[in-house]
């Protein structure tokens, strides 16, 4: 639900999202929300401000 009403407030930003589940070594679930892939360092960096602005938490993660 969290992870949900995330991904709809970054939408509201003109951002797409995904929502990505992992289980905890303690059997939980756990939500990531992404956003990307971008062209390069600079476009993520823009969108992670973007996200620091609306007083959301990112990193940016290169893919390899």
Known sequence: ???ER???RLAQLG???SIQT???PNGKTAYRVRT???ANRSEAEQ???L???HGQD???IPIK
Do not use: H, I, P, Q
């Open 1 to 3: 639900a969290d992870a």
């Open 6 to 8: 995330l991904s709809e």
């Open 15 to 17: 951002l797409s999202t």
């Open 22 to 24: 992992a289980t905890l």
């Open 36 to 38: 990307g892939g971008y």
């Open 47 to 49: 969108v992670r401000a």
């Open 51 to 53: 996200l620091k602005r």
């Open 58 to 60: 990112g990193m940016t």
